[in-house]
């Protein structure tokens, strides 16, 4: 398991792991946002109590935020049982040198897509920061989550006696709608293996399935609930296009991603200003900016 989230790479501990964790939880502005079993100060053999636990684990649900090929923070989500087990609880930290890039803004939404589509049981994912938290529930808000209220007097930490706040995010298409049209573009593209590693590698895309053994010409490519098929075919030469509407912050965020990864991108105008990106095959994604 290797998802992308913008600059990071999500996927499991490793116990060499230890060193670099110790060293990026290692931080009460991390600890005092989290449950009292986060340990602070958080040592090495703290370190490696946790990752015994986590690469253990099966199903895995625990994973670490990598930058620049080093664990870098945390991220996960707790299966719930009973009656709730239609539900599971998000959890995540970052090292405090990484915050305000977008990561885990990125992780979270990768994650979120990662277990609805490894537990089909599940219905619900929900995150409960507590009220003082307003980074963390920017990131909920930007990966699609919805403030569901405030849980009042709900937790102690440090002495004080906080409001938490229940953020949930549904599995797609379980939103109650009137009536839903799903609808997938065909993007026809000359190569479909650079086509995905445009998407995936350049765009943040996920890979969603690609038929046959993984090496057809036909795949399907997912960010969030934006979803194209990828369908190689030299005969076609006709492009298509297609409007994704992301908030004012994700489309800053996607922009800032976007130069760090050095994909061209341009603003035009269509009607509106919009954020224009090409696929090596002609296809664009048209951005629209906010006014
Ligand atoms: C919360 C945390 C995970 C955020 O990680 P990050 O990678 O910096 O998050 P992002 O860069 O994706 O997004 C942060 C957003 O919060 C906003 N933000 C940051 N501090 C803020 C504050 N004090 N008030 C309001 N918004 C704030 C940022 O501006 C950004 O929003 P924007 O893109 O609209 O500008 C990180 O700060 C952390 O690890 N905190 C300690 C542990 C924790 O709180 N975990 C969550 C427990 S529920």
Avoid at 99 to 120: C, K, Q, Y
Avoid at 154 to 183: F, H, N
């Amino acid at each position: 398991m290797r998802l992308h989230a913008g600059v990071a790479i999500v996927r499991p501990w490793r116990d060499t792991d230890a060193d670099a964790l110790a060293a990026e939880a290692n931080d009460r502005r991390i600890a005092s946002n989290l449950r009292d079993a986060f340990p602070c100060p958080y040592e090495l053999e703290d370190a490696k109590g946790f990752l015994a636990m986590a690469t253990a684990m099966s199903p895995q649900t625990y994973f670490a935020i990598e930058v620049d090929g080093r664990a870098a923070g945390g991220i996960g989500y707790t299966l719930q049982g009973d009656v709730s087990r239609v539900g599971a609880e998000v959890g995540y930290w970052l090292g405090v040198a990484h915050w305000g890039r977008g990561i885990m803004t990125a992780a979270v939404r990768s994650l979120s897509d990662h277990a609805f589509a490894s537990h089909p049981e599940l219905r619900r994912l929900f995150a409960v920061p507590f009220a003082t938290n307003a980074a963390s529930a920017r990131v909920l808000e930007k990966a699609g989550y919805t403030r569901e209220g405030t849980l009042r007097d709900s937790v102690i930490k440090g002495g004080s006696v906080l409001d938490s706040w229940m953020y949930a995010r549904l599995r797609p298409g379980s939103e109650p709608r009137a009536q839903r049209w799903y609808t997938r573009p065909v993007f026809f593209v000359g190569d479909v293996q650079r086509a995905i590693r445009f998407y995936v590698d350049g765009l943040g895309f996920v890979k969603k399935w690609h038929e046959a053994d993984g090496s057809g010409t036909v795949c399907q490519v997912d960010h969030g609930e934006c979803e194209i098929i990828l369908c190689q075919d030299a005969e076609r030469h006709d492009r298509s296009r297609l409007f994704v509407e992301l908030t004012r912050g994700d489309l800053a965020a996607f922009r800032r991603e976007l130069a760090e990864r050095s994909i061209p991108n341009r603003t035009a105008r269509w009607g509106y200003d919009v954020v224009v990106v090409t696929d090596p095959d002609g296809n664009e994604l048209f951005f629209p900016i906010e006014g």
